[in-house]
């Protein structure tokens, strides 16, 4: 299994940026992926949650309304559209994913959002 991640970057206060996530090595379409990040300091946490299929999506509520998860099953890439970005999203973004009970990451890609 591998992810790969790309997007990231330095972005002002209220800009825009679009991670993905390229994964190979299992069968994409079949799996659950997430992203989830870590800022300096603190616990790594869960930012979002796409099903199988795509139709199911959940959020963390710092980033709702803000963030949107989607994947492309044809591309096994999953993507993580972020708008109205806060200095208090600055972090290292991970794509994950859980096959046969154990935990995959990608390497991470670096968001910093600040003036």
């Known amino acids: 299994v591998q992810l790969v991640e790309s997007g990231g970057g330095l972005v002002q206060p209220g800009g825009s940026l679009r991670l993905s996530c390229a994964a190979s090595?299992?069968?994409?379409?079949?799996?659950?992926m997430r992203w989830y990040r870590q800022a300096p300091g603190k616990e790594r946490e869960l930012v979002a949650t796409?099903?199988?299929?795509?139709?199911?999506?959940t959020y963390a509520d710092s980033v709702k309304g803000r963030f949107t998860i989607s994947r492309d099953n044809t591309k096994n890439t999953v993507y993580l559209q972020m708008i109205s970005l806060k200095p208090e999203d600055t972090a290292v973004y991970y794509c994950?994913?859980?096959?046969?009970?154990?935990?995959?990451w990608g390497q991470g890609t670096q968001v910093t959002v600040s003036s």
């Open positions: 994950h994913t859980r096959v046969k009970l154990t935990n995959f």
């Open positions: 090595g299992f069968t994409f379409s079949s799996y659950i």
């Open positions: 796409i099903a199988v299929s795509g139709g199911s999506t």
